[in-house]
């Protein structure tokens, strides 16, 4: 499906609500396909007013990526200052933790991830942190194919052991 019209991203408000849980359905969804041993299907994934509660949550930042000429949201993600400091084993610094990020399966590869991922990079440079972070699993080769295109390396790996 082609893009109509200009996308913008915009910081999310209360109204998006239904637009961000369709989308956080269709991310729950594909965990759930790939791993059913760990996620279980929600519905919706994230409550209305989980939602408007993290939208008031310090430190939290929610964006959108919608259709400038009909509001139809297409992308959403969520990032999360983190600031660490005085603990012995690490460097103090600021962190920018992206916890989801997701277009919708119908416009993906048309550039606006590429929006998103810049968005919280500029988010992150403004709030002064020294990395923007996140965390992507292993079935889902696109996303970490995409996020090492945009300059993202891998820093660690979380392995297991199937009993």
Same mark, same amino acid.
């Given at each position: 499906?082609? $893009? ?7 910081? !999310? #408000?209360?109204?998006?609500? =239904?637009? @961000?849980?369709? %989308? ?45 000429? $009909? ?7 969520? !990032? #999360?200052?983190?600031?660490? =400091?005085? @603990?012995?084993? %690490? ?62 390396? @891998? ?9």
């Amino acid at each position: 499906m082609s $893009t109509k019209g200009t996308v913008s991203i915009r910081k !999310a #408000e209360v109204k998006d609500y =239904q637009g @961000v849980s369709f %989308l956080m359905d269709e991310l729950q969804q594909m965990h759930v396909e790939a791993r059913p041993d760990i996620y279980r299907m929600l519905q919706p994934r994230m409550e209305e007013k989980e939602f408007g509660e993290l939208l008031n949550t310090d430190k939290r930042y929610l964006y959108v990526a919608e259709f400038s000429e $009909t509001g139809v949201i297409l992308g959403y993600g969520s !990032a #999360e200052l983190s600031i660490i =400091q005085d @603990v012995d084993l %690490l460097v103090n610094r600021n962190m920018l933790y992206i916890h989801e990020l997701v277009i919708n399966s119908q416009y993906r590869g048309q550039g606006t991830g590429k929006q998103l991922i810049h968005a919280f990079i500029e988010l992150g440079r403004s709030l002064q942190a020294h990395s923007v972070e996140l965390s992507v699993s292993t079935f889902n080769a696109g996303a970490q194919t995409f996020y090492e295109q945009m300059g993202l390396a @891998v820093r660690s790996s979380r392995m297991e052991y199937m009993l």
